[in-house]
């Protein structure tokens, strides 16, 4: 993040302009479903900003899907393997990333059938979901919010960058899940997700978000 210029900008705004670059992005593997990134830690809430655009987008008569990967956690067998504390799993296995390609990304692929399937697994009851699949229509646009998501190569037409410093991000964070800040900073470190991501937005203070779009 050293040495981006952010400009600072409303949430209504900023919402309005994701939703027109939308409008206009071409998907990169010739697909008719441009697919985008909303990347945050919890505390960022990246998913606020997803339905913002998505709603953005109904206005302009754009269909979209909104899908959180908190809806692709992997059964807490597997997640709590080493414990309910682990960094490394938290940072490496928690979410279903096979199931994501599967279920959210294979059918979005040039001669995939649209068919995709919003969430797979219900972190509260700890089962199946079962819910039914959304048939997206050629132009509708994907747009996957959760953490990490830079890390796994999922093939993103635009990536938007939700921001916090890390004493924002601390203050945000609930105290039962601070054991998750590690894992943000090694992100941060390995990933860099403000230097890749096309757009980042800035939300130390949840009233006055600053962004820069490249």
């Known amino acids: 993040m050293d040495g981006v210029r952010l400009e600072a900008i409303t949430w209504d705004r900023l919402g309005d302009a994701l939703a027109e670059r939308l409008l206009d992005l071409k998907p990169s593997d010739g697909s008719p479903w441009p697919k985008v990134a909303f990347d945050g830690a919890p505390a960022a809430r990246p998913g606020d900003l997803a339905a913002r ?5 109904r206005v302009r008569g754009r269909t979209c899907l909104p899908v959180g990967t908190e809806g692709f956690l992997r059964p807490a067998s597997l997640r709590y393997e080493f414990g309910h504390e682990d960094e490394e799993s938290y940072y490496s296995g928690w979410f279903d990333t096979g199931a994501l390609w599967r279920e959210v990304f294979g059918p979005l692929e040039p001669d995939g059938t649209g068919r ?14 079962r819910s039914p699949y959304v048939q997206l229509p050629p132009g509708g646009a994907l747009l996957l919010h959760g953490p990490f998501l830079l890390n796994h190569w999922f093939p ?31 992100y941060e470190s390995e990933t860099g997700p403000g230097e890749r991501a096309d757009i980042v937005v800035r939300a130390d203070d949840p009233r006055h978000p600053a962004w820069s779009q490249g």
């Open 156 to 186: 993103f037409d635009l990536t938007v960058h939700v921001s916090l410093t890390p004493g924002a991000l601390r203050r945000r964070t609930p105290e039962a899940d601070r054991w998750t800040l590690p894992a943000f900073a090694r």
């Open 116 to 129: 995709v399937l919003p969430d797979l697994w219900d972190p509260v009851t700890d089962r199946a979901t």
């Open 53 to 57: 655009v998505a709603e953005a987008l």
